[in-house]
């Protein structure tokens, strides 16, 4: 019998003390509990992904030095954990350290470096090779790194192949809509198929635009979750398996590395299961928001966020989420009305901001834009008011927000949905100023779902009259979203055709309007130029605008 614990933990890109930190906490905890083997995520020591802090030769060598320090930690334990290792040629690699009783007793390489979406592993790292095993009372166990799993052929054969009956895996699998059930899905598989246990523990937090969502997993050789840990917070799961004595295999003497323990085992009560509690769907997007805000703030440094509250569905869900990531007395809403805003918006901007018990701030912008308008009558005349002129009012509010923000350090946070970014409805230098997009990967639609979502979990904090009125950016009179586009549910469809799946136009015709879908791929293909200028947001969806959608700003390729 073996017992082992999945150590899911928040680390910190480049945060070496804090994660290390972190990672003594828990292996103290796990050692109260007689834990023969505690392992961490990817990257554990320097978080992930580090990116181009891998260029800098002394925050390597600084990783090395964390991993070092947490060897005198070991004593009657094995800690697995995830360091950026060197080779001689000062090549780098994505890796696993196996440490016990205060020494390094060796190192798996990753062997699968992703390359695609989110992922540049290949800038940075080489592929591992010759790989050992490793083993633990005569038992054989296999560590693998997040891709290595998904492999069809590669690390975790080879392990099974050689008696292994027991599959690690680190990851550091960044969170969208899809990704718990393909994890779940593929996880069991290979537990069936391999005849072994396999323990699998991911990564949580929020880092830049990704959020990690845990949701670690022991699985049978059945392919039983026998223990599941927390989404979206840290845990530590601790269960017993029995991995009985290993296979015989192809595996020599010489390939497997021993990590007993010095100290004698303990008797203790068996611990089978170990599952929380699952969200559903909405749940899971909401708590991401939640989760990837709450770190983006504490992470880079911001106690409190700021953003406009219009009396929109949009602005109410930000506002909503910013509460339950910093707390009602960190959030501080502005009400910017104009001429073109209604009695029902400032109304609802009102109760929004009474229901969340937030701040709120009003500062009314018609004089400044009649000011901008007499300032420069004499070089527009003879131009009608148009889109130039709506673009100012949003402009206004944006420079008012930034100067709350440089005069008191707050963060701003954006409010437009992926609907709008996808097809440029947004003021670039306006609606789109600020630190952090929040809801920049979901649709509109979804943006109801959340909203509603929020209403059921207690008190109605969302005011109906949001949810049921017409979406309006209310900057010329009686405007409405559907003048410009069409309805979200239609609009929402083209968009994860085109983005998400890669539809070409005449794929997409086949369900739309031909110029209705000309002129949606045309909007979104224009507004590159303003996307690349937006802050960061959180990603939610198999593709998101970002590191995921990288379409040239010059390009001239048309399907039409």
């Not at 070991?74 to 994505?94: P, R, S």
């Not at 599959?167 to 005849?195: F, Q, T």
């Not at 018990?357 to 400044?368: A, D, F, T, W, Y």
């Not at 949003?394 to 946070?413: C, E, P, Q, Y």
Request: hydrophobic fraction near 35%; glycine fraction near 8%; charged fraction near 30%.
């Amino acid at each position: 019998m073996i017992r082992i614990a999945a150590a899911q933990m928040n680390s910190t890109v480049g945060d070496l003390t804090g994660n290390r930190q972190k990672i003594e906490n828990n292996i103290r905890r796990a050692k109260k509990q007689n834990t023969d083997i505690v392992v961490f995520p990817e990257l554990a020591i320097c978080g992930y992904p580090p990116e181009d802090l891998l260029y800098k030769d002394h925050f390597v060598r600084d990783n090395i030095k964390v991993l070092r320090s947490l060897m005198t930690k070991t004593t009657g334990i094995t800690a697995i954990v995830g360091f950026v290792d060197i080779d001689k040629k000062k090549k780098l690699y994505n890796a696993a350290a196996v440490i016990c009783d205060r020494r390094l007793k060796g190192v798996y390489r990753k062997e699968e470096l992703p390359n695609y979406g989110v992922f540049d592993e290949k800038r940075y790292f080489e592929s591992g090779k010759n790989n050992k095993i490793f083993s633990i009372d005569k038992k054989c166990f296999g560590i693998s790194i997040c891709e290595d799993m998904w492999a069809k052929k590669g690390a975790c054969q080879r392990q099974v192949r050689a008696g292994a009956r027991l599959l690690i895996n680190l990851s550091a699998s960044p969170y969208d809509v899809g990704k718990l059930k393909e994890r779940e899905k593929l996880l069991k598989k290979r537990a069936r198929k391999a005849r072994a246990f396999v323990c699998y523990v991911n990564l949580i937090g929020g880092q830049d635009e990704l959020v990690f969502d845990g949701g670690s997993l022991i699985i049978n050789p059945k392919g039983e979750i026998i223990a599941s840990g927390k989404q979206f917070d840290e845990d530590l799961i601790v269960v017993d398996i029995d991995i009985g004595h290993s296979r015989g295999g192809e595996t020599q003497i010489s390939d497997i590395v021993s990590v007993n323990r010095s100290l004698p085992r303990e008797e203790k009560q068996p611990i089978r299961k170990h599952l929380s509690k699952r969200l559903n769907r909405d749940e899971r997007i909401y708590q991401a928001l939640v989760l990837g805000t709450r770190d983006y703030a504490r992470k880079n440094g911001f106690q409190e966020a700021v953003l406009g509250l219009s009396g929109g569905i949009d602005s109410s869900l930000v506002a909503a989420i910013a509460v339950d990531a910093l707390g009602k007395d960190n959030v501080i809403g502005v009400t910017m009305p104009s001429q073109y805003t209604s009695k029902g918006t400032r109304t609802d901007a009102k109760k929004l901001s009474d229901n969340l018990g937030v701040r709120l701030i009003e500062v009314p912008i018609e004089r400044i834009f009649k000011v901008y308008l007499f300032e420069l009558k004499n070089k527009l005349k003879e131009t009608k008011p148009g889109l130039a002129e709506e673009n100012l009012q949003a402009r206004i509010r944006g420079d008012i927000l930034m100067t709350f923000s440089n005069k008191f350090g707050w963060l701003v946070l954006t409010t437009g949905n992926k609907s709008e970014v996808a097809v440029g409805y947004c003021t670039l230098y306006g609606d789109m100023t600020g630190g952090f997009a929040v809801i920049k990967d979901v649709p509109k639609t979804k943006v109801y779902d959340l909203a509603k979502l929020k209403n059921l979990k207690g008190k109605s904090v969302i005011p109906a009259s949001v949810l049921k009125r017409a979406p309006s950016a209310e900057l010329r009179a009686n405007q409405k979203d559907q003048d410009s586009l069409p309805p979200y549910d239609v609009l929402d469809d083209m968009i994860k055709e085109y983005i998400e799946k890669h539809w070409s136009f005449r794929k997409m015709a086949r369900k739309n309007n031909l110029d209705l879908v000309k002129n949606i791929v045309t909007m979104v293909d224009r507004s590159e130029y303003k996307r690349r200028q937006a802050p960061p947001g959180i990603k939610i969806t198999p593709r998101a605008f970002g590191k995921d959608w990288r379409l040239p700003i010059t390009n001239r390729y048309k399907e039409f």
